[in-house]
C-alpha cells in the first residue's frame, strides 16, 4: 500500500507561481509513473503531467511551458513547479503512482487526496 500526501496548495494571482509537492510513503513498483492531475468544480478530471522512474516527462498541452514535473528519489516525492498561473488552473490537484515505464496518463492505482489551487484573476 501506497500513500501519498500533497501539500503546497493554496491561494496565487494570475501570473505567479506555485509549487506542489507528494511524498509517497514508499515505493510499490521497481518502475514506475507518478503523475499529477487536477479536478475543476464541474469538470472531469484531467492529465497535467507525469514522470517516470527514469526522469522521463509528459506534459498536457494546456501546460507545456509553464509546469515543470521533477522529483526527488532520495525523499521518494515529486514535484509540480507551475509558473505563469492562469484562473483556469483552478481546481484541486492530485498526485497519483502506478506501475509503468513510459510517463502520461493511465490507470494509476494510488491516489493522493488532493490540494486546492485557486488563482485569481
Known amino acids: 500500500q501506497v500513500q501519498l500526501v500533497e501539500s503546497g496548495g493554496g491561494l496565487v494571482q494570475a501570473g505567479g507561481s506555485l509549487r506542489l509537492s507528494c511524498a509517497a510513503s514508499?515505493?510499490?513498483?521497481?518502475?514506475?509513473?507518478m503523475g499529477w492531475f487536477r479536478q475543476a468544480p464541474g469538470k472531469e478530471r484531467e492529465f497535467v503531467a507525469a514522470i517516470s522512474w527514469s526522469g522521463a516527462t509528459n506534459y498536457a498541452d494546456s501546460v507545456k511551458g509553464r509546469f515543470t514535473v521533477s522529483k526527488d528519489n532520495a525523499k521518494d516525492t515529486v514535484y509540480l513547479q507551475m509558473n505563469s498561473l492562469k484562473a483556469e488552473d483552478t481546481a484541486v490537484y492530485y498526485c497519483a503512482y502506478r506501475t509503468g515505464i513510459v510517463p502520461g496518463p493511465g490507470k494509476y492505482a494510488y491516489w493522493g487526496q488532493g490540494t486546492q489551487v485557486t488563482v485569481s484573476s
Open positions: 514508499t515505493r510499490t513498483f521497481s518502475t514506475y509513473v
